[in-house]
C-alpha cells in the first residue's frame, strides 16, 4: 500500500462553494477502509474514502508515521488528506467508522477548503 500526503488546496474550488453531498459507496462494516464520493448538484464529483488509521489486523493499515501526523492533525480539529493506492482517503483515528465518525470526517474535510460545514451532507448505504 502506497500512501503519501495530499493537500487540501489540491481539491476542486467546487467544494469549498457549492453544496456538497458525500455519499458512501461501501457498507458501514467494521471494515477501516470506507468508500465514497463527493458531489455537487451540477454533477461534478471527487472520489473521497475514509481511513481508520490505526486498524492493525491482518496487517497496519497506515506508517507509523502517517498515524501519528493523522492523530496530530486530529487533536487540533483538523483532517489529514492522504492519497492511498492512488485514492484520495481523509484520515481519522480509530480502527473502524461509524455514523458519527464520518460525519465529523466529512465536517473536517468542509473546513479544510474553507466550506462551511452545512454545505455539506453525509449518505451513508446500509
Not at 39 to 49: E, F, P, V
Not at 72 to 93: I, N, R, S, T
Request: hydrophobic fraction near 45%; include cysteine.
Amino acid at each position: 500500500m502506497e500512501i503519501r500526503g495530499f493537500d487540501a488546496f489540491d481539491l476542486p474550488d467546487w467544494l469549498g462553494t457549492d453544496a456538497v453531498t458525500w455519499t458512501s459507496t461501501t457498507k458501514f462494516d467494521g471494515s477501516a477502509r470506507i468508500s465514497g464520493q463527493l458531489k455537487n448538484a451540477a454533477g461534478l464529483s471527487r472520489q473521497l474514502d475514509l481511513l481508520a488509521v490505526d486498524a492493525a489486523y491482518p496487517s497496519p493499515v497506515c506508517p507509523e508515521p502517517e498515524r501519528r501526523a493523522a492523530h496530530q492533525a486530529w487533536q487540533f480539529g483538523e483532517v489529514l488528506l492522504f492519497e492511498v493506492d492512488g485514492h484520495l482517503a481523509a484520515a481519522a483515528p480509530g480502527t473502524r467508522f461509524d455514523a458519527n465518525l464520518a460525519c465529523e470526517v466529512v465536517r473536517r474535510v468542509a473546513k479544510s477548503v474553507g466550506a462551511p460545514s452545512n454545505n455539506f451532507t453525509v449518505s451513508i448505504a446500509l
